[in-house]
């Protein structure tokens, strides 16, 4: 009974310069760290919004943080979680809203539209996939994308379990085809099949050497 009157509970609005991410285990997205006119401030992510979370958010970009605070009067000490992530109002323009589906604030809908249009990469951040080399194929896939120039067109997503564990790595394509068991080497094949429309001569013969499995997910 009195645990419950230790604890307020209300609505905050932050807004502040991202700092940097907060990881658990060497992979687990938890939060974020922004600097705010009070300090440096940690916000813990609800579940929901660390698979929509694009890793790749440059240090220094302005946000607004929308959520709920917890007062424990006991130990005077505040948490804060995040129900939503966006742009501050200064950044509208170049940074897209980092949150669940939800409608934007105002911006051009020339602005909005290629962001709706951006290819995605699926890849599972759960432990057996991490385990198996799943954080490599998360950088091969960053550095394939920045060699071939699609940063601005294609982003890679963590998700959570695909059900698939023992045949991980597990990642979807944006056309999506599945693949399991994906290596770190085998993403250059594997991104010359998808994405040789954007510039680049498919190589078969050199995807033949890196054998994909298409599982079938329960």
Request: with cysteine; glycine share 6%; aromatic share 6%.
């Amino acid at each position: 009974m009195g645990a419950c009157h230790s604890l307020e509970v209300s609505e905050f609005c932050l807004e502040g310069r991202f700092i940097d991410f907060v990881i658990k285990d060497g992979y687990k997205l938890k939060g974020l760290l922004l600097g705010t006119n009070e300090g440096e401030c940690y916000v813990k992510l609800a579940k929901d919004l660390r698979a929509a979370f694009d890793l790749r958010l440059p240090r220094g970009t302005w946000l607004q943080v929308v959520g709920y605070k917890k007062y424990d009067i006991k130990k005077d000490k505040v948490t804060f979680k995040a129900e939503r992530v966006m742009a501050a109002r200064s950044e509208m323009a170049r940074v897209q809203t980092i949150t669940a589906p939800q409608e934007p604030q105002s911006i051009d809908n020339a602005k909005v539209k290629p962001a709706k249009t951006k290819a995605t990469i699926l890849v599972c951040q759960k432990s057996d996939c991490m385990k198996r080399g799943g954080k490599a194929v998360c950088q091969a896939l960053e550095a394939a994308l920045s060699d071939r120039g699609l940063e601005d067109q294609v982003t890679i997503k963590g998700t959570g379990c695909m059900k698939n564990c023992k045949a991980g790595p597990n990642l979807v394509m944006p056309d999506k085809t599945r693949y399991s068991q994906i290596q770190a080497p085998q993403v250059p094949a594997l991104m010359n099949k998808h994405f040789a429309d954007k510039g680049l001569a498919a190589q078969p013969e050199s995807f033949k050497e890196v054998p994909m499995v298409n599982p079938k997910f329960c």
